[in-house]
């Protein structure tokens, strides 16, 4: 395998790009808002490489980063990965990975793929009797709601899975956590955020001044802040165009930008940032977006599949779905859970950095290893800011089916 680091990388910039790209395409105006997590996705279907072979595999292979290495080498790297970055809120920020590997109950796992899939990617297998649609369907998004702390309900429909359902693979991811420097809800007021030059629409605008990791950046045209979770090296990065206008530009140039190279021109400045709250739930058919990075054998009669089942050949992968939530206010935790903090005004700064965030922008929750969530916040108007969380969730689901 190539670098771990360097291929999760180059797969997020491919996924962020195409995941955007379609949303804009598929949505009648470019003021959509999209949240999801480019870790979630290469991780589950690694899992489903590991049951691939020849072209299949290859294809996999190719499409999500891998590079080269046997695929004992690749679990390894993805097993140490989340191992080193899962936190179930000790302390810090709570980022829970699961895998889940839903079996038609007639079948059994093949060995060397459940084996890999147990010490690795600490993928339960649990029978299903998908004869049962209802049932299934009950079933696995039950196991959904709880493992996103109930943020991500209702993934499948009755009609997702049936008889010639083989497996169901779920990733779901979750994060929580809270800002080390938390907005005061008494500082939070209605303010305007430009959808277009033309269009405003009223938020709850938060807002703080402290030091914060700053950067202008003009080959981008925009500027970027850090605001960084306690206990923690997650980071939320927020992109914003100089321009009203400016954020189709911006995403157009960042899939060939290492966000390491925006870290590294970032410097810890005094910055006065205003924030929306934001809330936000997207869907993503992730068949039609692999097609397009380059991943289609695995959804056609030519997949080769044939590592997953010891009795059964003939598999293909026949649905795709991942769907992201995020919500962010002024504690990024539980409303609850904010402290009294004393306000003590910054004297007069005159090299102070204004960071209003009052127009298109996107974002990242990440660290140096990986991103864990994307997203784009376009237009408040197709989110609701209710909420009282600082949390992210995403759900992949990857329906192996008999090939007909």
Known sequence: MSDPQESRNL???????????????????????????????????????MGASGSTAEELRNGLQLGPGDRHHIARAFGEFWRTNCNYGDRGPVLKSVNRLYVNDTLELHPE???????????????????????????????????????????????????????????????????????????????????????????????????????DLPQLKARAVQLPYEYSNIHMLILLPNEISGLQELELQLKDVDLADIDA???????????????????????QI??????SEVFTDSAKLDGLFTSRTGQKISAAKHRGYI??????SEAAAVTFMKIVPMMLNM??????????????????QAVFFAGRFSNPKYGSEEGASREGSDASMYNVQEQQ
């Open 11 to 49: 797969f997020s910039r491919s996924l962020v790009d195409t995941i955007t790209k379609n949303a804009l395409e598929q949505s009648k105006e470019p003021y959509v808002n999209t949240v999801f997590s480019p870790a979630s996705v290469q991780s589950c279907l690694t899992l489903a490489f």
């Open 113 to 215: 793929f459940n084996e890999i899939a147990v010490d690795f990617f600490q993928s339960k297998a649990e029978a299903a009797k998908f004869a049962d649609s209802e049932g299934a369907t009950q079933q696995i998004n039950a196991w959904v709601e709880q493992e996103t702390e109930h943020k991500i309900s209702n993934l499948l429909q009755s009609d997702a899975v049936n008889n010639d359902t083989s497996a169901v693979l779920i990733n779901a991811l979750y994060f929580k956590g809270k800002w080390l420097k938390p907005f005061m809800p008494e500082t939070t007021s209605i303010d305007a955020f430009h959808v277009n030059q033309d269009l405003q629409v009223e938020v709850n605008m938060m807002y703080q001044e402290d030091k914060f990791k700053f950067a």
């Open 265 to 287: 021109a970032m410097t810890l400045r005094d910055v006065e940032i205003f924030l929306p709250r934001m809330d936000i739930e997207y869907d993503v058919d992730l068949k």
């Open 290 to 295: 692999l097609n397009q990075l380059g991943i």
């Open 327 to 332: 919500n962010v206010n002024e504690a990024g």
């Open 351 to 368: 090299n102070m950095k204004l960071f209003k965030v009052d127009h298109p922008f996107v974002f990242y929750i990440r660290n140096s």
